[in-house]
C-alpha cells in the first residue's frame, strides 16, 4: 500500500471526489508518540480528512484542522500542505475512555479551519467548523454544507496500519444526470471500513462505480513532512519576549523546545538568545531581579 490521493469526476453525473490512503505517513506520526485507540481513530480521520479537503483548492500554502478539546482530548491537529505532505499530533489528559468523539472533546470545545498562506504577509483564513454531528466526518459535511454550500459525502477509517478517507461533492447543476448525486452517495455508503483501508484506489472506485463513467485526474504522492525550524522556534522565542527567556536561561542555562509533530529539539544557549534578540537578555533578567 502506498500514500496516495486520487482525484476524480463523474462524466455524466453532478459529482467529484478524491479518495485518499494513508500507511508510512500515518506509520510515521504514530512511531513518535503512543496514541491511546481513541485519540489514534480520530488523528487518523482527521489527517485523512485534510488530504481530502485540500484536494480541490487551489491554494499555496496548509490547510490545518484543529480540534481544542475540554474533555479528554485537549488537542489534536492535521495538517496538509499544498505539496501534499502531512503532520498531525495530538494531546489529552489521563485514561481515555472508549466514549463517542463529542464526550471525548468535551462540550465546549472548538473546531477550526484554518487556511494559512505560504506567501510572506497573505492573510490567513478561519472557520469554525459547528459541533454537529457525532464524527468527524459528520461535523466537516455540515460545514461544507452550511459555509461552502456544497452538499458533501465525507468517509473516513483509520488503524494503527492506515487511514484513509473518501469525499464525494455535488456540482452545480448543468454537469449531468441530476439523479446521479443520489446514486453516488448511496453507492458509498456500502464502503466497508477494511475496504477504505485496504484497497487501492482504482479497486476501490472500480467496485463502487464500475457502472458509472469516471475520469480520473493524475494520481498525488502524499509524504509526511514536518515544516518546523530553527527560524520558526527562534521567530516563537521572540513572542515569548526577551524577559522571559532570559529569565529560563537564567535558572536553567539554555532554552530547549521540542516540536510535538515530529519530536526534532532545538537548543537555545545564552549566545544563541542574545543573537536572537540582539542585546545581551540574561544580563537584562538578572539586572531586573535586583
Not at 20 to 27: C, E, F
Amino acid at each position: 500500500m502506498t500514500d496516495i490521493l486520487q482525484r476524480f469526476v463523474f462524466e455524466e453525473a453532478p459529482v467529484r471526489g478524491a479518495v485518499v490512503s494513508l500507511s508510512d505517513a500515518w506509520r510515521h506520526v504514530l512511531d513518535r508518540r503512543a496514541y491511546p485507540d481513541a485519540i489514534r481513530s480520530v488523528l487518523g480521520e482527521m489527517m485523512a480528512a485534510s488530504v481530502l479537503m485540500a484536494a480541490n483548492l487551489k491554494f499555496d500554502g496548509s490547510l490545518i484542522l484543529q480540534i481544542h478539546g475540554t474533555g479528554a482530548l485537549r488537542l489534536a491537529v492535521a495538517e496538509c500542505n499544498h505539496d501534499r505532505t502531512v503532520r498531525a499530533t495530538a494531546k489529552w489528559d489521563g485514561d481515555i475512555p472508549d466514549v463517542p468523539l463529542r464526550e471525548l472533546i468535551g462540550e465546549n470545545a472548538r473546531f477550526v479551519l484554518t487556511l494559512e498562506p505560504r506567501i510572506e504577509k497573505a492573510q490567513t483564513w478561519q472557520g469554525i467548523v459547528a459541533l454537529d454531528g457525532d464524527t468527524v466526518a459528520a461535523m466537516l459535511e455540515n460545514y461544507m454544507l452550511r459555509s461552502e454550500q456544497l452538499e458533501t459525502r465525507l468517509i473516513l477509517s483509520s488503524s494503527d496500519a492506515a487511514a484513509g478517507g473518501m469525499l464525494l461533492q455535488r456540482l452545480p447543476d448543468g454537469h449531468g444526470d441530476p439523479d446521479g448525486w443520489p446514486r453516488a452517495k448511496a453507492l458509498a455508503s456500502t464502503l466497508a471500513s477494511d475496504e477504505l483501508l485496504e484497497l487501492d484506489a482504482a479497486t476501490l472506485l472500480h467496485r463502487l462505480f464500475h457502472e458509472e463513467t469516471l475520469r480520473l485526474f493524475d494520481e498525488e504522492t502524499v509524504a509526511f513532512a514536518c515544516t518546523c525550524s530553527r527560524e520558526r522556534v527562534g521567530d516563537m522565542l521572540k513572542m515569548l519576549g526577551g524577559q522571559e527567556v532570559g529569565e529560563v536561561l537564567l535558572e536553567q542555562g539554555s532554552v530547549e523546545i521540542a516540536c510535538d509533530f515530529c519530536h526534532q529539539r532545538y537548543v537555545f544557549d545564552e549566545d544563541d538568545a542574545n543573537e536572537l534578540f540582539e542585546f545581551d537578555i540574561v544580563a537584562a533578567a538578572r539586572e531586573s531581579r535586583h
